[in-house]
């Protein structure tokens, strides 16, 4: 069985991955205080009438780490757990992964500290927009742009468009990404994150000469990211053993029957208790001997502590920060190939950015023009990370931080400092 620690700090996980990346650049003191920490961290009150009557005030956060390379890009997440250190550590990544796949955004991230599944859609409505008015003077398409996260989606999107596009008095369609087709989002969106985790995981498997029919999977998360990614691992002939969402987890040898697993949680809301399978710990699923494991939940999950029981040969990281450095330096003497969240997981913020593009010139395209575009973006930024990793024999996290990092460095070096 695997042991449980106290949760690593994300931020502190965020900044010891900024410092060893730039130790191995060499960057100096100057470049590295002007893109190590956030430019602007707001903090706002979410005063919410709620159903009962009541008031009921939230917490909420919008960080702004980078908007060197461009405005700033980032989800907006609700959840119990949502921190101001855990948004700063999101925020950071965004900054990396969207120089990792070269697209002209910075880092932005937001969340409030709520619990969606106790509330109703008009108490997420009036929370959602009251939100937007809070964080209104610091979005906008040129200059930070939300898209939906844990336990957001394109209906909240919606919310805060038309917020923001009352507010100003004419429709802004480009505030947001991750919007309802009708109201300018693009096709390809929904399922951006998934496919683009199952891209990094085909050419993991082609480096590593793995054959992905056959190989089996375990899927930490069957939420959007990870259930489009078992998805697709599955139609490419790969076993999926073992899935896991918040209400437990199953497994099944012989490989779940993945669509119908699909229907059952778009109908039930869980996986528990599925057909031809039989329940299994968490622990159990991250120390199951497979090909392949997809941590596609929340930061932490893999620590020092249960690192050494995991037996996967790969591990794509559909989440963000699912691994903390002291479980990458286990798993790494283990041999195990990582492929890091800010490239594994990158696709989303792809496709928000073509969605942006889009919206930016009111044309819109085919849905195998984002697939075929993203998988280009996808393989290439993999290229670029692998080849780091073989020619400086580094990990390849440390190998996509000094990718992302650099490029960052190199614009901040360009632009200077003003006044």
Same mark, same amino acid.
């Given at each position: ?43 706002? +009150? ?96 040129? !200059? ?11 209906? +909240? ?107 059952? !949680? ?154």
């Amino acid at each position: 069985m695997l042991t449980t620690a106290m949760a690593a700090n994300a931020y502190d996980v965020a900044l010891e991955n900024f410092d060893t990346a730039a130790d191995a650049l060499g960057l100096d003191n100057d470049t590295r205080e002007m893109i190590k920490y956030p430019e602007r961290v707001l903090t706002v +009150t979410v005063p919410v009438r709620m159903d009962d009557g009541r008031i009921h005030r939230f917490e909420g956060y919008r960080v702004q780490h980078s908007t060197v390379r461009g405005p700033g890009k980032g989800g907006i997440r609700y959840h119990p757990q949502v921190t101001l250190d855990e948004v700063k550590a999101l925020a950071t990544w965004m900054t990396w992964k969207c120089a990792v796949v070269n697209i002209p955004f910075g880092g932005a991230k937001g969340g409030i500290t709520c619990n969606p599944k106790s509330m109703s859609k008009g108490e997420l409505e009036r929370m959602t927009r009251r939100y937007t008015s809070a964080i209104l003077p610091l979005i906008g398409p040129e !200059k930070d742009i939300p898209a939906p996260d844990v336990y957001t989606n394109s209906q +909240t999107m919606a919310w805060i468009m038309d917020t923001y596009s009352m507010t100003l008095g004419y429709p802004v369609s480009g505030v947001v990404t991750g919007k309802p087709i009708s109201l300018g989002g693009s096709l390809g969106r929904n399922e951006a994150t998934g496919r683009g985790v199952f891209y990094t995981i085909q050419s993991a498997c082609e480096h590593l000469s793995m054959s992905l029919p056959g190989a089996t999977v375990a899927v930490q998360g069957f939420g959007n990211a990870g259930s489009i990614a078992a998805q697709l691992l599955h139609e490419a002939g790969a076993k999926i053993v073992a899935v896991s969402d918040s209400t437990g987890c199953i497994y099944n040898r012989a490989g779940l029957n993945i669509p119908e697993l699909m229907h059952m !949680k778009a109908l039930c809301g869980h996986v528990e208790g599925f057909p031809e399978s039989e329940p299994i710990s968490p622990a159990e699923l991250l120390a199951m001997k497979c090909d392949i494991l997809v941590p596609a939940a929340l930061e932490n999950t893999i620590l020092a502590e249960n690192a050494p029981a995991v037996k996967a040969k790969i591990i794509a990281e559909a989440a963000n920060g699912p691994l903390t450095p002291g479980a990458d330096r286990i798993l790494e003497s283990k041999g195990v190939f990582i492929i890091p969240d800010i490239l594994c997981n990158a696709g989303g913020v792809t496709v928000s950015y073509f969605e942006w593009v889009q919206d930016e010139q009111h044309l819109f395209w085919e849905a195998q023009d984002v697939y075929d575009r993203m998988e280009r973006v996808m393989k290439t930024a993999f290229r670029d990370v692998l080849k780091i990793h073989l020619e400086q024999k580094a990990s390849m996290r440390i190998a996509a931080n000094m990718l992302g990092i650099g490029r960052v460095a190199e614009a901040v070096q360009l632009r200077s400092i003003y006044p």
